[in-house]
């Protein structure tokens, strides 16, 4: 499987163009893609970084690390998934890195989701659906969790996220319509994002293999 993630994120290097800020994910897959993106670094501007893990990566590379309130709206964004449906709606926060994954698929023009075969489902919702959340409401919200989805929360327990909170994630569940689900559970208080991304879906797909493909 690491064989099929590595040709994904070096096929996704084909969409990095000159002078560019590139927006990076979290994760496995998008290791891969950090690597080739340092030797082709003389090329780019710079990227923003959705967690301290791809920070840490991209620096070893040397490649500047920008913060987003300075770049502008980004041309690029690159990133893994957990599942990934024919419409190229995705789960996403296996790594917790969610809320930054999502800030950055928002800002930019192009969403470029790279993934080995296992991930392409049907349906979302075998994977446990991740949720951030303040940790003062973790009950409460997985309380609500219940009675909206039906789905069983679970606490991660003993994960952080960068951004000091905790992370729900919800099991049994077969999400027929990923934009409701991901709209309701926003209105949650204390929901601080929702792993599926599903309003701004990806936009283009390559999946592993040899050779990848491209949805
Ligand atoms: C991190 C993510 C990752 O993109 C997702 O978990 C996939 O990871 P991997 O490439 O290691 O399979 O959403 O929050």
Not at 119 to 133: A, D, I, R, T
Not at 138 to 149: D, G, M, N, P, Y
Not at 174 to 183: C, F, L
Request: hydrophobic share 45%; proline share 6%.
């Amino acid at each position: 499987m690491s064989e099929a993630k590595r040709l994904a994120g070096e096929k996704a290097i084909e969409y990095v163009e000159d002078g560019m800020i590139v927006g990076v994910g979290t994760g496995s897959t998008v290791a891969f893609f950090i690597d080739a993106l340092g030797r082709i670094k003389h090329r780019i501007a710079g990227a923003v970084s959705s967690s301290e893990q791809s920070t840490a990566r991209l620096k070893q590379h040397g490649i500047e690390v920008l913060d987003l309130n300075n770049t502008g709206p980004l041309s690029l964004y690159v990133d893994g998934a957990d599942e990934c449906d024919p419409h190229k709606r995705l789960i996403k926060g296996g790594g917790a890195a969610l809320t930054r994954e999502k800030i950055i698929a928002e800002a930019s023009d192009k969403f470029v989701c790279i993934v080995d075969p296992s991930k392409l489902v049907p349906v979302l919702g075998k994977f446990p659906l991740p949720v951030e959340v303040i940790p003062m409401a973790r009950s409460l919200v997985a309380r609500e969790i219940v009675k909206l989805t039906g789905g069983q929360p679970v606490w991660r327990d003993g994960v952080v996220t960068d951004n000091g909170n905790v992370v729900l994630d919800v099991h049994n569940l077969s999400i027929v319509d990923p934009v409701a689900m991901e709209r309701d559970l926003n209105q949650i208080p204390g929901v601080v994002s929702v792993g599926l991304f599903a309003r701004r879906p990806a936009d283009v797909v390559i999946v592993g293999g040899e050779p990848p493909k491209v949805l």
